[in-house]
């Protein structure tokens, strides 16, 4: 306390001030426009308040008009990032969001290799974008498929959004091109097996009404024998006659397996190896 005491008289009164102000409402990641209700300054005068703070390696630029607080305890640290999840969260501003497929994933102990790239949807398109070497990348989504959402508590006091373990499965049964492909997805339902519900995998893959969700969570329920023949049931009655590659990530080859509608483009060889691992 000392430390950070000495730390901040030695900031001048404004930049203390704006510091002390920003750790007490919680806004460690913060905008340009904070700087100027806090400090009652213009946008330019604001900006060059914060880019001389950046010089100085109190505060980090994350992209134009984002920032985050250094802390105190990294001395003369002058590049921190920060927790990715908040600042994916703070990129979009906090608003119509959900941290999902491969990010999700790792944030539900479903995967056994950290995730190189944050994955956010969005209900506004978004380039991607790369802070200070993490790349953020954003998958747009309509209104009505914003559901299976729950909250996840990154420190005690910053949480985020992020699709539920149910949910997560089937956005990644959905898209598992950004999941590492659908080997990935089939390890983490495998992995997360006993704490999975899977009358909610059910009801969530009916919602988004897609059939190549139908087909794949169908066929992994039933190899990896999660769930009843009931449950099972219940999916087979939405298959239309159409066929779908198991992996759409994968060339299109590998035998037709009608009872699920699927060209299986992984073999069960592959997939059932997860379970021995």
Known sequence: MHYKYNKLKTLGLEAAHLVTTLYERNRPVFR???????????????????????????????????????PFELGKERVYTGNPLIVAREIINGKGYYLSYGTAMEIHGMVTQPQLVVYVTTLKPRRPINVLGTEFRFIHSQKKFFF????????????????????????????????????????????????????????????????????????????????????????????????????????????????WRLQLNVSNEELLSVVRT
């Open 148 to 259: 299976g959402l729950s909250d996840h508590w990154v420190t005690k006091q910053e949480k985020v959004r992020v699709s539920d373990l149910e949910r997560t499965v089937i956005d990644g049964l959905k898209e598992p091109k950004y999941c590492g492909g659908l080997t990935e997805v089939a390890k983490g339902l495998w992995m997360r097996r006993h704490d999975i519900k899977v009358d909610q995998l059910i009801k969530y893959s009916l919602k988004l009404n897609k059939g190549a969700i139908i087909r794949r969570l169908g066929y992994l329920l039933e190899l990896y024998n999660i769930g009843s023949s009931d449950d099972w049931g219940i999916l087979r009655q939405h298959l239309t006659e159409t066929y779908v590659r198991l992996d759409p990530l994968l060339p299109t080859e590998g035998k037709f397996l009608r009872k």
């Open 32 to 70: 340009l426009k904070e700087v100027q209700k806090i400090l009652h300054l213009n946008e330019a005068s604001s900006r060059n308040f914060v880019r001389k703070l950046v010089d100085r390696g109190v505060v980090t630029r994350l992209k134009p008009g984002l920032f985050i607080l250094v």
